[in-house]
């Protein structure tokens, strides 16, 4: 399996940009779907954006929705999560995970992940 390994995470103020990646090494990168969640203090693991491992389907929460877009490089084995127009809520750890997938499908369940980065933190001031 892959082990995603993610970075780009700071202090921004409420408005701007963030672009994180995840980096995650092995010959078959192609063939993961990879999926971006965080977590805030007390608060339950959410969703945020997710792409299968051709890049051709997406899926994002409602709440980033037109704000994030999540992207690949697959000849870099990167992931990445531009993430405009950021908001105090916002806020959180993120996780990139990734899944062995056989078709190209972007999956929304944290359940479906087989392996999860550390996390990176995001503030975001108001």
């Known amino acids: 399996q892959v082990q995603p390994v993610e970075s780009g995470g700071g202090l921004v103020q409420a408005g701007n940009s963030l672009r994180l990646s995840c980096a995650a090494s092995?010959?078959?990168?192609?063939?993961?779907?990879m999926g971006w969640f965080r977590q805030a203090p007390g608060k339950e693991r959410e969703f945020v954006a997710a792409?299968?491992?051709?890049?051709?389907?997406?899926a994002y929460a409602d709440s980033v929705k037109g704000r994030f877009t999540i992207s690949r490089d697959n000849a870099k084995s990167t992931v990445y999560l531009q993430m405009n127009n950021l908001k105090p809520e916002d806020t959180a750890v993120y996780y990139c995970?990734?899944?062995?997938?056989?078709?190209?499908?972007?999956?929304?369940?944290?359940?479906?992940?087989?392996?999860w980065g550390q996390g990176t933190q995001v503030t975001v001031s108001s």
């Open positions: 995970a990734a899944r062995y997938s056989s078709g190209d499908y972007a999956y929304a369940s944290p359940r479906a992940y087989d392996s």
């Open positions: 792409i299968s491992w051709s890049g051709a389907s997406t």
């Open positions: 092995g010959r078959t990168f192609s063939s993961y779907a």
